[in-house]
Nanobody, 115 residues
Framework: QVQLVESGGGLVQPGGSLRLSCAASGIIFSDYGMGWYRQAPGKQRELVAR???????VYAESVKGRFTISRDNAVNTVFLQMNSLSPEETAVYYC?????????WGQGIQVTVSS
């Protein structure tokens, strides 16, 4: 059974930082590309950042220079360090694991940026 469990979300003030984690089980983690997506109320889900099995990274333009995605294959976990957060980034953040044949999503975690 594949599980992707996100943690680290919550309430943060504008300009603050959060670090999200996504722990994977039931897959050969090192074989999967991992990504973070977010969905704000009334909006479509969008890519935030992704990291390939080889470590190559891609970021949405809006988060470049502020967010960092990384992975630790030893503990089957992908991270998203988010700095200088703005209220517009309030959303549910989702973890995704993808390979050529499979695609899995976490249940999502709320991030609220508000004073």
């Amino acid at each position: 059974q594949v599980q992707l469990v996100e943690s680290g979300g919550g309430l943060v003030q504008p300009g603050g930082s959060l670090r999200l984690s996504c722990a994977a089980s039931g897959i050969i983690f090192s074989d999967y590309g991992m990504g973070w997506y977010r969905q704000a109320p009334g909006k479509q889900r969008e890519l935030v950042a992704r990291i390939s099995s080889g470590g190559s990274t891609v970021y949405a333009e809006s988060v470049k220079g502020r967010f960092t995605i990384s992975r630790d294959n030893a503990v089957n976990t992908v991270f998203l360090q988010m700095n200088s957060l703005s209220p517009e980034e309030t959303a549910v953040y989702y973890c995704r694991a993808s390979s050529y044949t499979n695609n899995y999503w976490g249940q999502g975690i709320q991030v609220t940026v508000s004073s």
